[in-house]
């Protein structure tokens, strides 16, 4: 009978040798979210980057229980802020919302301090967008013909303006050239806040930017707009037609939005994140506004939008080597 209890006696000890460090590193481990939340938004303030950032924070601070701050970040086409993220602890403290440039810097920058596939976690497409041609109410052209008779009868026009070289817009300008027969002079600003101020001024003849953008500004009469850049017309303006309707047959070029994490972000945050932010984009409200900005919703898984980011990536580098863009050009 002591044989037997000291035998029990010594496996139980065993046994709770085993157990007490596990316990330990449970009791331990820090809780997430420790400490306020930052979204990087490489962009400047007032352009679609920031305006999404700053209407998931206040929703996904009352989700995880701390504070959600945006931090904006903007150059090099969004690398600059989404760097900042790729180089940030893995902790769950730190996302980054990206646009549709994320997916063409890799070809376009030169020697870029982080790899977009290696050092980021993909967390979701956001959604997609048309793209809009649209000119200042003051100008010529009130459709896509007389803009493309123009162009082809003086060199160098359209004048026009982007978010930056090696943005969406500006290869989707230069595909559109070359398809069309013409070769404008683009303009680029620093982001869709700057570009949208001094489209609506007139400082600039012609822009293209997201529908998210200009939408507001088309309804008000002070843009005109020519033509979407996705195969369909866009909901939000069903009366635009298409590029490819206009005499570009075949052409499309899509906008989105993005979110990303640092790499080895544990993937229990992923799946987190991603639950949140689709709650999120389930709420009325935002689904209302997002739609009201001709944004479509996606939602999408993380290995989802990692394969996408990968079919974007080999679509535009073409483009780019095609025309030999360079960084700052």
């Known amino acids: ?19 007490a460090p596990a316990s330990g590193m449970a009791q331990s481990a820090e809780p997430w979210p420790s400490k306020p939340i930052r979204i990087i938004a490489p962009f400047p303030p007032g352009g679609t980057v920031d305006l999404l950032s700053r209407m998931f924070a206040p929703g996904l601070s009352q989700a995880l229980g701390q504070q959600v701050i945006v931090e904006n970040r903007p150059g090099g086409g969004g690398s600059i802020g ?13 996302f980054v919302m990206v646009f549709d440039t994320h997916a063409v810097n890799p070809s376009l920058i030169p020697n870029m301090p982080f790899d977009t596939r290696a050092d980021l976690a993909p967390i979701m497409l956001i959604a997609t967008t048309a793209m809009v ?13 007389q803009l493309l008779a123009a ?57 293209i930017m997201s529908t998210a953008l200009t939408a507001p500004h088309i309804k008000a009469g002070t843009l005109t707009p020519l033509a979407v ?60 506004k997002m739609a009201s900005q001709g944004m479509n919703i996606v939602a999408s898984s993380p290995d989802a939008f990692g394969r996408f980011v990968e079919e974007q990536r080999g679509k535009w580098a073409k483009v780019v080597s095609d025309f030999g863009i360079k960084a700052g050009e």
């Open 1 to 19: 009978m002591v044989r037997l209890q000291t035998t029990l006696l010594t496996a139980w000890l065993g046994l709770a040798t085993l157990i």
């Open 82 to 94: 989404t760097g900042l993220a790729a180089k940030a602890a893995p902790d769950g403290h730190t």
């Open 133 to 145: 041609l649209t000119t200042h109410k003051t100008q010529p052209y009130k459709n896509f013909g």
């Open 151 to 207: 162009s082809k009868a003086k060199p160098g026009m359209p004048i026009y303006g982007t978010i930056g070289t090696g943005s969406l817009a500006h290869l989707a300008m230069m595909q559109m050239g070359s398809l069309a027969g013409f070769s404008g002079t683009h303009v680029p600003y620093k982001g869709g806040g700057p570009l949208i101020q001094d489209a609506i001024a007139g400082q600039v003849p012609v822009s």
């Open 229 to 288: 850049t996705t195969a369909k017309r866009d909901p939000v303006l069903p009366d635009v037609p298409t590029v490819a309707e206009s005499g570009v047959p075949g052409f499309e070029a899509t906008a989105w939005w993005g979110f990303l994490a640092p790499a080895k972000t544990p993937p229990a945050i992923i799946q987190r994140m991603n639950s949140e932010l689709t709650k999120l984009m389930n709420d009325p409200q935002i689904k209302e």
